[in-house]
């Protein structure tokens, strides 16, 4: 690696709620720089979520992120010709990213409505254990779960 990493940017919270995590939130959601197109699709599955739940949504996506976050997965290592899925621990960022990345996913893999509504179902789902989100993390975990043997290769 050459010269020195980039910083981490500070990021402030978003312009409904301000809250840090739903401002990160938006942020992966947004394609080619469009956030206001990003922040509309957000906020309009929160007020379906508001509607449907009869609960404020910040606290049902943050239980929908605390469910679909992994612990644990399974990274590749090379260690005499052969490569081993390796399980470790996943660092607290890491943990929010992946779990906005497969609720996004899952929302884009379903069919038919827009984007407002398919997102507000997947946070919805996931909040209640349920979904193609919860589906990807139990099979990482099942994943790391079978690769348990390799575990002395982490370091």
């Given at each position: 690696m050459?010269?020195?990493?980039?910083?981490?940017?500070?990021?402030?919270?978003?312009?409904?709620?301000?809250?840090?995590?739903?401002?990160?939130?938006i942020?992966?959601?947004m394609?080619?720089?469009k956030?206001?197109?990003?922040?509309?699709?957000?906020?309009?599955?929160?007020?379906?979520?508001?509607?449907?739940?009869?609960?404020?949504?910040?606290?049902?996506?943050?239980?929908?992120?605390?469910?679909?976050?992994?612990?644990?997965?399974?990274?590749?290592?090379?260690?005499?010709?052969?490569?081993?899925?390796?399980?470790?621990?996943?660092r607290g960022e890491?943990?929010?990213?992946?779990?906005?990345?497969?609720?996004?996913?899952?929302?884009?893999?379903?069919?038919?409505?827009?984007?407002?509504?398919?997102?507000?179902?997947?946070?919805l789902?996931?909040?209640?254990?349920?979904?193609?989100?919860?589906?990807?993390?139990?099979?990482?975990?099942?994943?790391a779960?079978?690769?348990?043997?390799?575990?002395?290769?982490?370091?």
């Amino acid at each position: 690696m050459r010269g020195k990493p980039a910083p981490k940017r500070k990021i402030e919270g978003d312009l409904k709620y301000n809250d840090k995590s739903i401002a990160k939130f938006i942020n992966y959601l947004m394609i080619e720089g469009k956030k206001t197109v990003s922040q509309k699709i957000v906020y309009g599955a929160f007020d379906i979520i508001k509607d449907k739940a009869k609960q404020d949504p910040r606290h049902v996506f943050n239980k929908a992120i605390k469910k679909v976050s992994p612990l644990v997965e399974v990274r590749g290592k090379r260690v005499g010709g052969a490569n081993y899925q390796v399980p470790v621990q996943v660092r607290g960022e890491r943990r929010f990213y992946l779990g906005c990345h497969w609720m996004i996913n899952a929302a884009h893999d379903r069919r038919g409505r827009s984007m407002e509504e398919k997102l507000a179902a997947e946070i919805l789902d996931a909040s209640n254990g349920e979904g193609a989100a919860i589906k990807k993390r139990e099979a990482v975990h099942k994943m790391a779960e079978a690769n348990k043997a390799f575990a002395h290769f982490s370091r």
